[in-house]
């Protein structure tokens, strides 16, 4: 087997679908933001809290989760706010869901074939890090966690465009690779809150009664991350379907088999494009996630991967899989 392969991995096949250029300038010359942008900075927050949560070897699952939050001493406040009321619901929604951890944050990896023939990609191989393998009664399931801002609940497109998701299927192999064959996944989806912390009102804004107290929608002082706090809490447990939803998927082997043409159509297509040295710009994706992309500036012709301010080169493509934490 030919170990020393350049990898697709899920996210990279995302890349290359969402924007060539994109794709090209993150993994074929290896720069990346030296920012995190803030949904980022938040989602990884949150899943180490959630590693934390499903790792504890003894004692309350939630008191190490808490933990790990304490040591996040650098995050925003109000980002720690979010973290913990979300963690902190989700014990309470599936402590005791019957589900016990096998591998928690694996790294597998395993050869690309082509579907036609079951040969090897002598291009590339596969890799990824499952979240979690978990057993439930005699059978094992691979458990993925998504964090998202859209709707959750059963029946939303969420669910029906989860089922297209490409990367199932790689990490279905992928626990087979890890000796833990699984029945199927489970996805574990957690929406993020979308209540903000109030903000003060600008004081040339404001309007006092006659007793001098500020009209009722207005404030004098920012929300504190402790009222922030307390304020998600009380939503979350007024809405917990909003926040907290898993449901098993099971492949079929047609649905198997469409996803692996998908992988291997990809894989050529980003082999084509590295011979060609050509790597289409989609406009399109721009604005993806109502922010700008991270190379924005630099496809617009206003920045450059060489300040060394804004972009730091790595020369490996796929640090998250090394990462303790992704
Ligand atoms: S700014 Fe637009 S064109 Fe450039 S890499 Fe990002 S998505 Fe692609």
């Known amino acids: 087997m030919q170990h020393h392969l350049p990898l697709i991995t899920a996210s990279r096949v995302r890349a290359f679908q969402r924007c060539p250029r994109y794709h090209h300038i993150r993994y074929n010359l290896g720069y990346r933001t030296t920012e995190r942008a803030a949904p980022l900075a938040f989602g990884s927050l949150f899943h180490r809290a959630l590693e934390a949560w499903w790792t504890a070897a003894d004692g309350p699952r939630i008191e190490a989760a808490l933990e790990q939050l304490d040591r996040e001493v650098d995050s ?5 706010a979010r973290a913990q009321a979300l963690i902190e619901g989700y014990d309470i929604r599936w402590s005791d869901a019957g589900l016990t951890p096998e591998l ?8 690309l074939t082509n579907p036609q023939t079951g040969a090897a990609s002598r291009t590339y191989r596969l890799a ?4 979690a393998i978990v057993r439930s009664g ?9 964090t998202t801002s859209e709707t959750i609940t059963p029946g939303s497109a969420y669910w029906a465009k989860l089922r297209m998701d490409n990367q199932v299927s790689m990490y279905l192999n992928g626990a087979e690779a890890l000796g833990r064959p699984v029945s199927g996944c489970i996805y574990d989806v957690i929406g993020k809150p979308t209540l903000r912390p ?9 309007k006092y009664k006659k007793d001098g107290s500020l009209y009722a929608n207005q404030r004098e002082e920012d929300e504190t991350p ?3 706090l307390s304020r998600l809490r009380w939503d979350i447990s007024e809405n917990p379907d909003r926040y907290y939803q898993r449901a098993e998927v099971v492949r079929i082997g047609d649905e198997l088999q469409e996803f692996d ?46 300040d060394v301010s804004r972009f730091v080169h790595e020369t490996d493509p796929h640090p998250e899989l090394q990462e303790e934490h992704q």
């Open 261 to 306: 043409w998908e992988l291997w159509q990809t894989a050529r297509a980003i082999r084509d494009a590295e011979i060609a040295a050509r790597h289409p710009r989609n406009p399109n994706a721009c604005f993806q996630w109502q922010r700008p992309c991270d190379y924005f500036d630099v496809c617009s012709g206003s920045a450059s991967l060489d």
């Open 138 to 146: 005699p059978q094992l399931w691979l458990l993925e966690h998504k």
């Open 226 to 228: 402790e009222a922030y």
């Open 128 to 131: 990824g890090k499952v979240d």
């Open 198 to 206: 109030y903000k003060a009102t600008p004081p040339e804004v404001r």
């Open 104 to 111: 928690v944050e694996a790294t597998f990896e395993l050869p």
């Open 76 to 80: 925003d406040p109000y980002d720690l």
